[in-house]
């Protein structure tokens, strides 16, 4: 629904990369830490804060829950 390049959907991602590593697998999880880091460098820009938490192997604390208002 949201693509991608969506923001939100890299952090998943980044996420999941951190889950991978947590898990022993290290291979994929660098691939795909080295694809999000790619992606989201040219969607938020290099000095964002979640690339220093991508970078550091920290998940990035985004609540992805839908609001009800």
Avoid at 30 to 57: R, W
């Amino acid at each position: 629904m949201l693509g991608a390049r969506h923001p939100d959907t890299l952090i998943c991602q980044a996420d999941l990369a951190v889950t991978l590593r947590d898990e022993g697998r290290v291979e994929e999880a660098d691939g795909m830490a080295a694809s999000v880091l790619t992606g989201l460098e040219q969607v938020v820009g290099k000095e964002h804060p979640d690339i220093a938490q991508l970078n550091s192997g920290q998940r990035i604390n985004r609540d992805l829950e839908p609001q009800t208002y």
